[in-house]
């Protein structure tokens, strides 16, 4: 009973956000973003397209975590590699959100097909992440009828990490290419990407198995508790690695004198990006090295939220970087920096995005028995 | 002795001449040198004189004389709202470039005014933008117009995921808002920033709204599109100049044909190779190697003192 209440108030929860999301999309399309958006053609890239990249990272994270038992064998890792694919379908589905609400004319998708330009890199990045979801959404089925072994499931399982390896590549590719922007270019975002991927999709495939063993049984159950404690060692070893990436990168923002980094300073001492190094990565570094907490159901919980927030103002600050700055004209001494901060209905847009996710997520774990394990290890 | 003052008596009679067939050739109209101007203005003046022959402009600026039978004159078409790829080809034989002389802006802003006015443009809306440059605290300021440079390597055309904006055998970069999804990454892309989102309905007239769009007027413009200086290819077919350099009053935009060695500001009109020679003509931000069409004659012997209003005002 208790169980239900909580269930249907966090769907009513959801469905608030949902409604309140559909009437800023719908007036999105009838006034155009620039009635809505704190957006100009300096700053043309909002926060629908960081929440984009942050959705679909996590659902590239999470998919790295699931190829763990199916591509490399790591059999312990099965008992979360249905929910793995499951969320990785819904945060795949969120970022296609985000993405279509960001772009101005959507509903000109089909020259998408009729016209391609192969030499863009997010021409790729969207054939790969549309053949992600279709691998991953009969991945899933194969998964639920029982088929984990067959000679098919095994490709599904490659073919997913070969695209989602595929997909990140392109992604990273479509800030890599940008010469304009010094922030953007080169492959350090390739990189980065990957590993802050990987460190969300740990993040996540934990929060969200532990708060459902929370609501539903109140703890690990004990078979598992072992694999989350070394998902947790993973997870901190991540960490670990991205807040080394993000010294070094802060590093040689720093020591840049070209005007085109004085972004970087500048986001240096912004109060998101603090919160991200502190909040989002120092702090759970810290809470996951001592391992009472590390093995403590409330810590991983902490840690991974953390984490998760730390990240999605990540990714925030990377698109921002790249575009406070003008880079026109470069001759002058006035060199100014652009203020960027979302608008309501920016938010409303995104927190709708995360509203659909959490709603397909739910409706999974309690329709498709997203803890199911293959039989012979049952 | 006699032999050498024929000659250069000869000579001069060849650079007389072609002084007016360059004065006789564009007093037809400001312009004729686009897109096919010099031989149908020249066959306009020729034809009074001398019959089946006709003079013609080398590339190499000699002026010879021809018959007319062996020329094939270019018909220049109107926009063709039936073919979409005619405005995706270009104008053919052509390299349109401008040139921008530095020295004579005095940010009078007629240009960017003209262009809002023929592309129905927002006020916030500059396809044409006129920046004030200071390199440092002890160098002198100057305007400096800037619209889209139609690079020859263009980072927008390449990133475009749906080939929405385009590079023409011309040298125009376009786009076509009927194919354009809104993504953006073009003006992410672009080192100068050059181009200009739609990002409300546009403030038009029904009559401009329902017109049938063009990839070569960007009119009417639309919701969730990007937008940008076109050259204004509709103009050079009607061998007419575009209209950032008509509305200059202080003649600082050339526009011309690389091909040809020819540019004009309307009132004038010069050779493109010898005024980059002789002015120390130079591309901005040319490291980024995207090859720009717009070249800068560097803001030497002005005609006006820097003046800003809005500093004086303040």
Known sequence: MKENKLYYGWLSVLGVFIVIGLVAIIRIFVEGHGALFHTDDRVPWTLLLAAYVFFVLTSTGVTLVASLPQVFGMKQFEPIAKRSIFIAIAALIAGFISMVMEL?????????????????????????????LVFLLVKFYKMHIGDWHSKFSKFLAVGTFIIEIAALSTLGLVFGLIEARPTFFGEYIQVYFLFTAFLSGLAAIML????????TIGKIPEEQESLFNNIAKIFTAVIAITFVFTIWRATVG?????????????????????????????????????????????GKVLASTLVILGLALGRMHLLMAGQIVPIMPKLTIDQEILFYFPTIWEWVVSLFSFAVMFLIYTLGEKYLKLGDVPKKVA | MENKKDKTEESKIKESSRRKFLKSGFAIGAGTVLAGGIISSVSKVQAETSGNKIKVLTTNG?????????????????CDHTAKN????????????????????????????????????????EWMKVYKMQESKEMAPYWFPKSCYHCDNAPC????????????????????SDQCIGCKYCMVACPYEARVFNWRKPDISDDVANQEYCPETSVPPKSGTVGKCDFCPDMIREKKLPHCVTACPNGAIYFGDIKEDVI???????????????????????????????????????????????????
């Open chain 1, 104 to 132: 101005g004319s959507p509903f000109k998708m089909v020259y998408y097909m009729i016209s391609p330009n192969l030499a863009s890199p997010i021409w790729w990045m969207g054939l790969f992440y549309g053949l992600l």
């Open chain 2, 157 to 176: 055309t390449d990133v475009c995921p749906v080939s929405a904006t385009f590079k023409r055998s011309d040298g125009i970069v376009l786009v076509d």
């Open chain 1, 254 to 298: 720093l020591y840049a004198n070209r005007a085109e980094f004085s972004n970087i300073q500048f986001v240096l001492n912004s109060l998101p990006y603090q919160l991200e190094i502190f909040v989002g990565l120092m702090l759970p570094l810290g809470l996951m090295l001592v391992v009472k907490i590390r093995n403590s159901f409330t």
């Open chain 1, 208 to 215: 969200f198995s532990l708060v459902y063993f929370k609501v």
């Open chain 2, 264 to 314: 004009s500001n309307g009132d004038e009109t010069v050779r493109f190779s010898e005024i980059m020679e002789a002015k120390s003509g130079y591309r901005y931000m040319e490291y980024f190697g995207t090859e720009p069409s717009t070249y800068y004659l560097p803001p030497v012997d002005r005609i006006f003192p820097f003046k800003d209003e809005k500093k004086t005002d303040s």
């Open chain 2, 86 to 125: 005619h405005a995706r080809e270009g104008i053919p034989y052509r390299k349109f470039t401008m040139v921008v002389d530095i020295g004579k802006c005095n940010n009078a802003r007629k240009c960017i005014e003209k262009c809002q006015e023929a592309h129905h443009l927002a006020p916030d809306q």
């Open chain 2, 62 to 78: 000699k002026v010879i004389e021809i018959n007319k039978s062996i020329l094939e004159e270019y018909k220049l078409k109107p």
